[in-house]
């Protein structure tokens, strides 16, 4: 079941960023930093997506079926208009 939400989408897309860092090889401080960021950068993405999951209300989703396959859904959020 495919959810589409442009917040989680971007998200991901910087999660995808961050993992294409190349591990520096010429010094051990460089690498014990790049640990550290790294680690603190995912356990703030983590944060966010699950936060994105939290706040979200059954009555601000629509679950669209699949016409290619059956018994299959989109789930996306309700646009609001804030």
């Known amino acids: 079941m495919p ?3 442009e917040e989680l989408e971007i998200i991901m897309q910087k999660w995808c960023k961050l993992c294409q860092i190349e591990v520096p090889i010429k010094s ?5 930093s790049y640990k550290s960021f790294m680690k603190s950068a995912k ?3 983590m944060e966010k997506i699950i936060k994105i999951f939290e706040n ?3 009555k601000n989703i629509i ?3 699949d016409l290619d396959k059956n018994g299959r859904f989109y789930i996306t959020p309700v646009k609001s208009n804030l």
């Open 3 to 5: 959810i589409y939400f």
């Open 43 to 45: 356990k703030d993405m």
């Open 63 to 65: 679950m669209l079926p």
């Open 28 to 32: 051990p401080a460089s690498l014990v």
């Open 56 to 58: 979200i209300d059954v």
